[in-house]
Each structure stands twice: as C-alpha cells, then as structure tokens.
C-alpha cells in the first residue's frame, strides 16, 4: 500500500526566516504534486515535478524531487503572512491518474 | 486548464436521507475523479467516474453508498446515500486528460449531516 508521509505536520514561521516541508512516499512514482489549500477553499497546483531532479520555483516556494531517496522538499524562502495555508504533497502515476495525498501542513506565518 | 464547478457548494442534511453532487466542467476531460476530505484531515480518493460504464472504487468505498454517474465529458454526479454524520465532508471533484499530468480540483461541496 502506498504511503505519503508529509513533516512536519503544523509549522510555525516567523516572517522573514526559511523553512522546508518534506514529503516521503513508499512507492516508485512518475509525478509529485504541491498543493496548497486555503481555509474553505478547494486545492490550488503549486508544482508538479516529474523526474529526479527536478527543480522548480514560484516566487518564495521551490520545489524538488530525488526519485532515488522517494522524497520531495518545498522550500519556503523569507516567509511572509500570504504563504499562511496548508499545503499537500500527492503522489501520482502516469497509469492512472489517481492521486494519493500526504497528510498535509499547516503553515501559520507570524510576525 | 480546466474550469470545474461544482453544485450544491454546501448543503447541511438529515440523518437517512441522500444528497447529490454536480461536478460540471468547462472543456471535455478524459478522467474525472471524486475525493473526500473529512474536517481537518487529508484528501482520499473515492473512486474514479467512468464516462459510459460504472465506476471504479477505491477499497473501503462501494457503490450503494456513493453511487456515481458520468453521462458524458464534461459532468459526474456522486450520490451520498443514507447519510450519517460521518459521511460530514468535504466531497471534491477532480479532472485530467490522457497524457497531461495536470490535475485540477473542483472548489468542493462542504456537507454537514445532522
């Protein structure tokens, strides 16, 4: 059974200051999926990364991927209130299309 | 890109009784998918809507609980049967295209069983 193990689960931040959110999954995948979700709202792509390696950035999140290790980081540069949502990882496969999500973190940027 | 609605956005419901999501979509997709998200906690896959023939579910989800309709590319509807507080949910569709590797998501239908 696959599993996506998202840490840390709840993240404080404090403005200004850089943090890292991992994503480990227990299955060979073809894709890995950021998400961000909003309070009360539906879930918004962030990233999509497809091969080791894998590198991509928006503004002050980066994304990457080692296929090897099965681990995925969004990296979060100079925190600002904005980034306050929580945000998902999900794996996915190129056969199917489901996706299966990590447990989520809540971020919370402060002052 | 795909814009996805989705009807009723909210509903609040009775015990027994059954309530049924729209998922429309703005362009034809290939696959449609129906998640769940209960209060405070990730999101699971219910099944995979099938356009023409009958669903695929995912273990621990069967079809006289969440029966599931794709009459065409465009539009699914999930069906919450005999409801109970525990099915308190949100219920998200989802849609992508063969050889895409994006996945959009439906702004979700909040349900609240009393």
């Known amino acids: 059974e696959l599993k996506v193990e998202q840490n840390p689960l709840f993240l404080s931040m404090q403005e200004g200051k850089n943090y890292t959110i991992y994503c480990n999954y227990s299955?060979?995948?073809?894709?890995l999926y950021w998400y961000r979700q909003d309070p009360g709202k539906s879930l918004e792509s962030l990233f999509v990364l497809l091969s080791n390696g894998a590198v991509k950035q928006e503004g002050r999140l980066m994304a990457s991927l080692d296929t090897k290790a099965r681990l995925s980081t969004l990296h979060i540069t100079a925190a600002v209130h904005d980034l306050s949502a929580t945000y998902f990882c999900?794996?996915?496969?190129?056969?199917?299309?489901?996706?299966?999500f990590g447990a989520g973190t809540t971020v919370t940027v402060r002052a | 890109s795909a814009v996805i609605s989705q009807k009723p956005s909210r509903d609040i419901c009775q015990r027994g009784t059954s309530l049924t999501i729209q998922c429309q979509v703005d362009?034809?997709?290939?696959?449609m998918f129906w998640y769940r998200q209960q209060p405070g906690q990730s999101l699971t896959l219910i099944a995979t809507?099938?356009?023409?023939?009958?669903?695929?579910?995912e273990s621990g989800f069967v079809i006289d609980k969440f029966p599931i309709s794709r009459p065409n590319l465009t539009f699914s509807t999930l069906t919450v049967s005999n409801m109970s507080p525990e099915d308190s949910s949100i219920y998200l569709c989802s849609v992508t295209w063969t050889g895409s590797y994006e996945q959009y998501f439906g702004p979700g239908t909040r349900l609240t069983v009393t």
């Open positions: 362009s034809q997709v290939t696959m």
């Open positions: 999900a794996v996915g496969f190129s056969n199917d299309y489901k996706l299966s």
């Open positions: 809507a099938n356009q023409g023939s009958e669903a695929t579910y």
């Open positions: 299955t060979t995948s073809d894709r």
